[in-house]
T-cell receptor, first 118, second 112 residues
Framework: DAKTTQPTSMDCAEGRAANLPCNHSTISGNEYVYWYRQIHSQGPQYIIHGLKNNETNEMASLIITEDRKSSTLILPHATLRDTAVYYCIVVRRNKTTMVGPGTYKYIFGTGTRLKVLA | DVKVTQSSRYLVKRTGEKVFLECVQDMDHENMFWYRQDPGLGLRLIYFSYDVKMKEKGDIPEGYSVSREKKERFSLILESASTNQTSMYLC???????????FGSGTRLTVV
């Protein structure tokens, strides 16, 4: 099963881009990279996901290397409200003995604690 | 916006009690999940369900069971609560299998 490795913590100045790296060197061809964040005492919030190509939405950009062994989440203009724990996870497909198609599991690591500084 | 609602924000139960944690989602999502979150361990999957009456064990199912009688509701049951089940419990749902999760706000359960 593909696992992810992220730095424990990072700081970023307000208004600057925050670049959060993630290593997933054992990722398989059909596994997606997802990013979530969790602000203290709330449930995790979905940010973005991708398979091979770079992705962008209103919250962030996701850059995936050509070999897919690592990715970077970019918050283009970090604000104080972006202070949170950011999780990079790989969606794992798991075959089941039950009738029906295979199901997906999410394995969360311990994430990166991003602190945006005023 | 999709809402995932967990019935309680904080809960205190005694050792040996049967505990029900309820979760409801309002956007007709196929998949629902229960996680627990502990300091230093991240989120760990307890059980998930990809259809009504269907369930699959996650990574740490011991001491838990689940029920999904209706598509919008996924219940986590602690048959006999123990102190090592003190944790933050998070429910999530997703529209389809490789779609992102939407999480609830969590239930902080303390077993004394």
């Amino acid at each position: 099963d593909a696992k992810t490795t992220q730095p424990t913590s990072m700081d970023c100045a307000e208004g600057r881009a925050a670049n959060l790296p993630c290593n997933h060197s054992t990722i398989s061809g059909n596994e997606y990279v997802y990013w979530y964040r969790q602000i203290h005492s709330q449930g995790p919030q979905y940010i973005i996901h991708g398979l091979k190509n770079n992705e962008t939405n209103e919250m962030a950009s996701l850059i995936i290397t050509e070999d897919r062994k690592s990715s970077t989440l970019i918050l283009p203009h970090a604000t104080l409200r972006d202070t949170a724990v950011y999780y990079c996870i790989v969606v794992r497909r798991n075959k089941t003995t039950m009738v029906g198609p295979g199901t997906y599991k999410y394995i969360f690591g311990t994430g990166t604690r991003l602190k945006v500084l005023a | 916006d999709v809402k995932v609602t967990q019935s309680s924000r904080y809960l205190v139960k005694r050792t040996g009690e049967k505990v029900f944690l309820e979760c409801v989602q309002d956007m007709d999502h196929e998949n629902m999940f229960w996680y627990r979150q502990d300091p230093g361990l991240g989120l760990r999957l307890i059980y998930f369900s990809y259809d009504v009456k269907m369930k699959e064990k996650g990574d740490i199912p011991e001491g838990y069971s689940v029920s999904r009688e209706k598509k919008e509701r996924f219940s986590l049951i602690l048959e006999s609560a123990s102190t090592n089940q003190t944790s933050m419990y998070l429910c999530a749902s997703s529209l389809r299998r490789n779609y992102g999760h939407t999480f609830g706000s969590g239930t902080r359960l303390t077993v004394v």
